[in-house]
């Protein structure tokens, strides 16, 4: 009799290579590469569920996925991390594999997501691809006065790229703050979820503040506007991280 156990795989990725996570024709993605790995390594066709998309050259510290192993007998197929780690590239690493009930869901019963973007000051050759060089600071103070305003809205158009697929717009931000680090500043974002591009296009918002181009308070006309035309650029993939997924029935650390 065949039995069907369900895993969740915690791995972290160097987006640089890839054009993302999502699969697609004709370029090369993260969600490829470890499916690939998978079939490989347990003889049966595997298809993987992430916890949301990455776009392409974007980061992930930590990210999920869920996937069905199918045995013959009745106990379920282990999956060797070791072994799976062996036929995933360099740029790819599996942190934990974590036997879950069959109606988990890597991407629906994520209840907490949070990015960084990482921004340097300094020609740093081992920063080059990993954080996003600027010539000139911008004012951090004046940046988290706008970051405060923008938690106390909950609809997003106006950063979100346009003809998505989504059914609402709405997101809750329950953390949106910029911190000095030693090698530059680091935009910290968290939420129930985000939609495509919207971390990327709330920094460069956020350094028009930063850079005297607008003040803080005039961030709320771009909000209530909708209107993506309005905000500022999107900055570069290179100093995006995904770098927390949060699950109601997983302890944070394992």
């Given at each position: 009799?065949?039995?069907t156990?369900?895993?969740?795989?915690?791995?972290?990725?160097?987006?640089?290579?890839?054009?993302?996570?999502?699969?697609?024709?004709?370029?090369?993605?993260?969600?490829?590469?470890l499916?690939?790995?998978?079939?490989?390594l347990?003889?049966?066709?595997?298809?993987?569920?992430?916890?949301?998309?990455?776009?392409?050259?974007?980061?992930?510290?930590?990210?999920?996925?869920?996937?069905?192993?199918?045995?013959?007998?009745?106990?379920?197929?282990?999956?060797?991390?070791?072994?799976?780690?062996?036929?995933?590239?360099?740029?790819?690493?599996?942190?934990?594999?974590?036997?879950?009930?069959?109606?988990?869901?890597?991407?629906?019963?994520?209840?907490?997501?949070?990015?960084?973007y990482?921004?340097?000051?300094?020609k740093?050759?081992?920063?080059?691809?990993?954080?996003?060089?600027?010539?000139?600071?911008?004012?951090?103070?004046?940046?988290?006065?706008?970051?405060?305003?923008?938690?106390?809205?909950?609809?997003?158009?106006?950063?979100?790229?346009?003809?998505?697929q989504?059914?609402?717009?709405?997101?809750?931000?329950?953390?949106?703050?910029?911190?000095?680090?030693?090698?530059?500043?680091?935009?910290?974002?968290?939420?129930?979820?985000?939609?495509?591009?919207?971390?990327?296009?709330?920094?460069?918002?956020?350094?028009?503040?930063?850079?005297?181009e607008?003040?803080?308070?005039?961030?709320?006309?771009?909000?209530?506007?909708?209107?993506?035309?309005?905000?500022?650029?999107?900055?570069?993939?290179?100093?995006?991280?995904?770098?927390?997924?949060?699950?109601?029935?997983?302890?944070?650390?394992?």
């Amino acid at each position: 009799m065949a039995n069907t156990q369900r895993y969740f795989i915690e791995l972290a990725y160097d987006g640089t290579n890839y054009h993302g996570w999502q699969v697609q024709p004709n370029a090369v993605t993260v969600q490829q590469m470890l499916d690939k790995a998978l079939t490989t390594l347990l003889r049966q066709p595997i298809e993987t569920t992430g916890c949301g998309r990455t776009d392409t050259g974007v980061h992930a510290k930590d990210f999920f996925v869920h996937l069905d192993v199918t045995s013959a007998g009745d106990k379920p197929i282990l999956i060797d991390k070791r072994g799976l780690n062996a036929l995933l590239p360099y740029d790819i690493a599996v942190k934990q594999i974590i036997p879950v009930h069959p109606e988990a869901h890597a991407r629906f019963d994520a209840t907490l997501r949070s990015y960084e973007y990482h921004i340097h000051f300094e020609k740093n050759p081992f920063l080059n691809g990993y954080s996003w060089l600027l010539r000139d600071k911008p004012d951090l103070q004046l940046m988290n006065r706008a970051a405060a305003i923008v938690m106390e809205y909950t609809d997003f158009s106006c950063f979100s790229k346009s003809n998505t697929q989504v059914k609402t717009n709405n997101c809750k931000i329950a953390k949106a703050e910029w911190i000095e680090t030693e090698n530059g500043i680091v935009f910290h974002i968290s939420a129930d979820r985000f939609l495509r591009n919207m971390v990327r296009a709330i920094v460069g918002t956020l350094l028009m503040v930063g850079r005297g181009e607008m003040q803080p308070e005039e961030i709320r006309k771009i909000i209530e506007s909708k209107n993506r035309s309005n905000a500022g650029m999107s900055v570069p993939a290179c100093g995006l991280y995904l770098t927390e997924i949060k699950y109601p029935y997983l302890n944070p650390k394992f």
